[in-house]
């Protein structure tokens, strides 16, 4: 199958697929599109949604139509490329300790590191904010330590509390609901993903690179509470 696809969607929207399988390139084209988009936006365009091997541009049916957008956005991604799209750095705070890191042992246990060692694959990682999804403010990073890449669990666990870091495959997030995952659970952080501005409601945009810092509980518990 040929790339780009460009997919027409109910009666305002393009779907554009980049690619079959997520990954570092198909990625940055994603990347790349939407930095674009956002900096010069196609006629009539509402919104757009980037994923990991796609990206949705949502539009004014009012305004324009699907032909115009297809033929606006065939133009850019001639040209387009994968241009690289640096992203800002964010720090987010994390804490690994006693029941923060309920899964730490079983990690280690699978990939044959003790937990220090788990710990510090995680620190290690190179994480970007590759897509919102799931649940509002639920920014999948890729970039997860290959010593680290477990499938998810055969069942979820409930209940698991809002700030959990949890990892599986080649991701990691950080939760802002207390709801159930299938996830591995390594640690939490006091860091609001949720900003609770209407202008600016998440932390990350796509593309963002995440840089984890470990803190003790004491630390957690003053950043939290500040």
């Known amino acids: 199958m040929d790339f780009p696809r460009l997919v027409c969607v109910s009666d305002r929207a393009v779907l554009v697929e980049l690619g079959a399988r997520a990954g570092d390139e198909v990625q940055a084209r994603v990347w790349a599109l939407d930095h674009a988009l956002a900096t010069d936006p196609v006629a009539g365009q509402v919104e757009v949604v ?38 800002a750095e964010r720090e987010v705070l994390v804490c690994y300790d006693g029941e923060f890191g309920r899964d730490l042992a079983a990690v280690a246990a699978q990939t044959g590191l003790d937990e220090e060692a788990v710990i510090a694959a995680h620190l290690a990682g190179e994480y970007r904010v590759a897509m919102y999804g799931f649940s509002p403010g639920y920014a999948y990073l890729s970039g997860l330590d290959e010593s680290l890449r477990l499938p998810r ?49 998440f932390l990350f945009d796509v593309g963002d690179r995440v840089r984890f810092r470990r803190v003790g509980l004491d630390d957690f518990h003053r950043a939290e509470r500040a």
Request: with cysteine.
């Open 50 to 87: 980037p994923a990991l091997v796609n990206l949705l541009v949502v539009f004014d049916p009012m305004v324009t139509d699907h032909a115009a957008v297809r033929a606006d956005l065939r133009d850019r991604l001639a040209v387009a490329g994968a241009a690289a799209v640096s992203g």
């Open 153 to 201: 669990k055969a069942a979820p666990v409930r209940g698991v509390a809002a700030g959990s870091v949890i990892i599986a495959g080649r991701q990691c997030l950080v939760t802002t609901l207390t709801m159930p995952t299938g996830w591995w659970i390594v640690g939490r952080s006091p860091t609001r993903v949720l900003t609770g501005d209407a202008a600016r409601p």
